[in-house]
């Protein structure tokens, strides 16, 4: 098992405490302010650990002064609800709007408490950390001397999604997690041959202009009722697949769809050969046949 020193060195790496309600459950550190949580995280760059204590009003009576879990953390802040994903946590830290990410959490095993296990007189190491990470440099050395041999226990469960890297930056995202470094190389131009079920540019078109006819001179969805004049904004849908085989197709054979509702009816369809009918499709949308 290893010990805390084995993973901070030296008290001048770690930023500071942090009072916490709890341990963590996801790989998160939250704030009352953005510029709290832009703080920690520029901070990050330089001093990458801080330790966390539990107090503060919602904390349960056994956590209460305990020396909780080292934590490492990243330069990526933003909205706590871009990063939390269980949505009863979410809820419950909602009275924190911003979070820092972490990368790493050690369970500091037994949770010693500050002053009946490590000695410490007061708790005044945790004066101003309950919404910011606060380094007392006395306190914080003699922090690490008590528990420098301690024995820690990394959390594998509270890790952000794989293939998250920390740029060694700081970045700010609002509403989604923090994008995967993961990369591909696109736009080469090559040559493919490929064999194409032959369509009726021409029903294309006259099914299209019917439609228009229809509906007072503006193409209008069969399935959702979406209009724009815009012909490109629209598909002719062939009620059986031209994939079934080689037939004469006739205007009745088609509708004209927006591509949302053209992709719902081949998705949802029970097969290939078999989209979706335009009335299911009405009848799943609320709508009333046509």
């Not at 520029?42 to 650990?49: I, M, P, V």
Request: hydrophobic share 35%; proline share 6%; aromatic share 8%.
């Amino acid at each position: 098992m290893l010990t805390f020193d084995e993973v901070v060195q030296s008290p001048d790496n770690l930023m500071g405490v942090k009072a916490v309600w709890g341990v963590s459950q996801e790989a998160v550190m939250c704030f009352s302010t953005r510029g709290r949580a832009e703080g920690v995280a520029e901070r990050s760059l330089s001093q990458k650990f801080f330790v966390t204590i539990g107090a503060g009003s919602d904390v349960p009576s056994g956590l209460d002064g305990h020396v909780l879990e080292l934590v490492k953390v990243t330069g990526v802040y933003g909205e706590t609800k871009a990063f939390v994903q269980d949505s009863v946590l979410k809820s419950k830290l909602m009275q924190w709007p911003f979070a820092i990410v972490t990368s790493e959490t050690y369970d500091i095993t037994g949770h010693p408490h500050l002053i009946n296990d490590l000695g410490f007189p007061d708790r005044r190491i945790l004066t101003n950390a309950f919404d910011g990470v606060k380094r007392d440099d006395e306190r914080i050395l003699e922090l690490w001397e008590k528990i420098k041999n301690h024995p820690i226990q990394h959390k594998t469960e509270i890790l952000p999604p794989p293939g998250f890297l920390d740029t060694g930056k700081v970045e700010y995202f609002s509403t989604f997690y923090p994008r995967l470094k993961i990369t591909s190389a696109e736009g080469k131009k090559v040559w493919k041959l490929s064999l194409e079920v032959e369509r009726s540019r021409e029903l294309k078109r006259a099914v299209k202009e019917a439609n228009k006819l229809q509906h007072g001179g503006i193409l209008t969805c069969e399935g959702c009722g979406y209009s724009d004049p815009v012909d490109g904004m629209f598909d002719a849908h062939h009620l059986q697949p031209v994939s079934c085989g080689e037939r004469e197709s006739t205007l009745d054979d088609l509708v004209v769809l927006c591509p949302t509702c053209h992709r719902w009816v081949h998705v949802k369809g029970q097969d290939k050969l078999a989209p979706l009918p335009i009335p299911k499709l009405r009848e799943i949308k609320g709508l009333p046949p046509i």
